[in-house]
């Protein structure tokens, strides 16, 4: 049995492969709100109805040294919004995220890492 490799994940965004990850190649995927909303109707009765004002939200470290950084540095001070695709490459599966731009960039000034932080409305599509 293979052991999961966490270097294997890849980051493309604006069709560039991302590189110069930090130490701990970590990454985080999450969804800010429900998809799902629950109501109560007038009669009491149920219903579940989608939530489109949900967000994903992805988090990746990368060196300060790094060559792609500078490059998401601009494109969040510019407001570029585009397509972030994430690949495993342990197991082969790919996350597209459309109508993604960056929030944040967050770290001290003399971190050795610093935290890209993408907002994404849609994951493959949906």
């Given at each position: 049995m293979a052991?999961?490799?966490a270097k294997?994940?890849?980051f493309?965004w604006?069709?560039?492969?991302?590189?110069?990850?930090?130490?701990?190649?970590?990454y985080?995927?999450?969804q800010q709100?429900?998809?799902?909303t629950?109501?109560k109707?007038?009669?009491?009765?149920g219903l579940?109805?989608?939530n489109?004002?949900r967000?994903?939200?992805?988090t990746?470290?990368?060196?300060v040294d790094?060559?792609?950084?500078?490059?998401?540095?601009?494109?969040?001070?510019?407001?570029?919004?585009?397509?972030?695709i994430?690949?495993?490459?342990?197991?082969?599966?790919?996350?597209?995220?459309?109508?993604c731009v960056?929030?944040?960039?967050?770290g001290?000034?003399?971190?050795?890492?610093?935290?890209?932080?993408?907002?994404?409305?849609?994951?493959?599509?949906?």
């Open positions: 052991v999961y490799d294997n994940i890849e493309v604006r069709g560039i492969t991302l590189s110069g990850t930090g130490d701990d190649h970590a985080n995927i999450s709100n429900d998809s799902i629950s109501y109707g007038v009669q009491g009765e579940n109805i989608i489109y004002q967000q994903w939200r992805i990746r470290t990368f060196k790094s060559v792609s950084l500078p490059m998401l540095i601009e494109d969040n001070l510019n407001n570029v919004e585009d397509t972030l994430v690949r495993d490459l342990n197991t082969g599966i790919s996350d597209t995220f459309d109508n960056i929030m944040n960039i967050s001290e000034q003399d971190a050795s890492t610093r935290t890209v932080t993408w907002n994404a409305l849609y994951r493959n599509g949906k």
